[in-house]
């Protein structure tokens, strides 16, 4: 049983190596290509970076991982870029070339991440052939970190590359494309199994006969377990490859998202509908969390901080469930039971979620409170839909995430403010329900108090960022 993929332009079959083994380890230990680096095998520094190239020749995508979070199988049928690819002979590629001219570079451990994440950035298709702009360059970098350079030559350096169009033949490995490496269905070794189905039913069937199977989409959650705790995972069945899984509908009334689609997939159509959750899903991780994470293992996960749930659960999003028994929908709403308690059942994974279109007269925000902007999980996420006419709210949906055991709507405060003036005082007022509705943990993130005195104080955000407001606040903020 072998599983196959291309590193820097060469066909690999793997035998007899435990799927459990992250592509970093595979990378560093099996291949020795060094270049790629563990800085913290949780996904946070960036040092483990590589690039997965997809796509026909003339319409190739070059995306950034982290190859830490990515168990080996994640490579099936992948063409990988590693560091070691990028230079021909002596000619080195022009972010590696730009990184040493500008002096990017000091001890070196954390270099060849920020160039392949910079390699990325230079063949991306929605940057390439522009100026590139600092946010672009903030973004692209927010995943990497160094410790004794300083990020000002790295910024210089991405600048100076990155904005000039690549052409499709730069560097060797990644440049064009070739025929595709088989993907396997299935791979066995060190009495693990990866099963990666192709199409529903047959998904279905896999938990079915395996209801204890861990699902695997990106991994970005999952994969700490090979990562970090180096547990040996049973049975995984990979998500990754199941068609109907990967589908996004653009239809007239809803947008419909595939368990397994990325967050950098569904984000274009996601920032055209609902640009502040876009804001949001831009700070979810890194790009290169981004590239490999999804919105079906966001709320697979269940967790309490998980940043799309309350945006979920204030669009009213409905969930569709599949299993071999056939499909079965529910609001979001409805899914998550208790802490990491979900409405699953035994053999039933999430196919898609449903997220209504906007509708006239609402506006929907999310703000997402956290220590540092990027790289950082929330203490408290509050999603608001907000209908007003003639001076009065007339309809309010609203989620918080930090503030209980699940992601959950605040009925008290919807209650409160439905019918209230659309002033900022008459808001301030109706948020103090949001008392009635939750009753926060402290934690090392944030204590109860500082949570309660957030999510109030949102509705103040929320008036003026909707109002347009920008003279001092006329109100008191609630402590
Ligand atoms: C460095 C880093 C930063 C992060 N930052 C954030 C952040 O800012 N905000 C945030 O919300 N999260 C963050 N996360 C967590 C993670 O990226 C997200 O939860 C992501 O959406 C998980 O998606 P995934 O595809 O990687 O899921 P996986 O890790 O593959 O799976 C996650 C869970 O969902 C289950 N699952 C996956 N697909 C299905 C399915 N189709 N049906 C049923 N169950 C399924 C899995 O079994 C597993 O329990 C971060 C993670 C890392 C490592
Ligand atoms: S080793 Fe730090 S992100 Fe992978
Ligand atoms: S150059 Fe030393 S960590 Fe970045």
Redesign the pocket.
Known sequence: MTLEFHLNGRRHAVRDVPPNVTALDYIREHLRLTGAKEGCA???CGACTVVLAAGPEGGRTFRAVNAC?LTLPHLNGADVLTVEGLADGDGLDPVQAAMADGDGTQCGYCTPGFVMALYALRRGPEEIGGEIDPETVHDALAGNLCRCTGYRPIVDAAVKACGEKASEEAGPGGGSAHAPARATDRYEAGGQAFLSPTGLDEMAEALADNPDA???????????LAAKERQKLPVVIH?GRVAE?LEIRDEPDHLEFG??VT?TDALPLIGRDYPSFATLIK????RQ?RN??????????A?P????PPCLIALDAVLSLHSRDGPRRMPIEDFFLDYRKTD?RPGE???SVRIPKPKAGEAFRTYKISKRYD????SVIGAYRIAVADGAVRDARIAYGGMAATPKRARACEAAITGSAWREDALMEAARAVDEDFEPLSDHRASAAYRSMVARNLFARLWRDISGADEPLDVALIR
């Open positions: 949780e996904g946070d979070l861990y699902i695997l989409a990106g991994g970005t959650d999952l994969g700490l998500t899984l368990a397994a967050y700070r979810i991780g890194s969390i490999m994470g999804t919105i079906g293992g966001n709320i697979g996960n967790s901080i998980g940043d799309t699953l994974f999430i196919r790289q950082d999980i929330s």
